[in-house]
């Protein structure tokens, strides 16, 4: 089992940076494939950012590639995302997961374990 604790989320205005991190406990994270999810409004969760167990893979939507990075530190059980040039069309909740798999995966049913979720508003 593992427990997932998002922060860094608020309210922010366009073209400005936000960074959110998730910590986990429980069982061993550096097994553990991750990624950054989000959900809008009337809209389905997507996948935002996905990063391998040891960091040596990425994955990122096409709406924000080149703007949003994530990174993780296994030593301090931490994964991140820094968003940049954050836009209107961000606004969602931002949630963190694990995956049961170690290797880099977009696949969402592979992701068994989930944080409560992080409210990011970006203000025109």
């Known amino acids: 089992q593992v427990q997932l604790v998002e922060s860094g989320g608020g309210l922010v205005q366009a073209g400005n940076s936000l960074r959110l991190s998730c910590t986990a406990s429980?069982?061993?994270?550096?097994?553990?494939?991750m990624g950054w999810f989000r959900q809008a409004p009337g809209k389905e969760r997507e996948l935002v950012a996905a990063i391998s167990s040891n960091g040596a893979r990425t994955y990122y939507l096409d709406s924000v590639e080149d703007r949003f990075t994530i990174s993780r530190d296994n030593a301090k059980n931490t994964a991140y995302l820094q968003m940049n040039s954050l836009k209107p069309e961000d606004t969602a909740v931002y949630y963190c997961a694990a995956s049961r798999l170690a290797v880099l995966t977009t696949t969402p049913n592979t992701y068994l374990y989930w944080g409560q979720g992080t409210q990011v508003t970006v203000s025109s």
């Open positions: 429980g069982r061993t994270f550096s097994s553990n494939a």
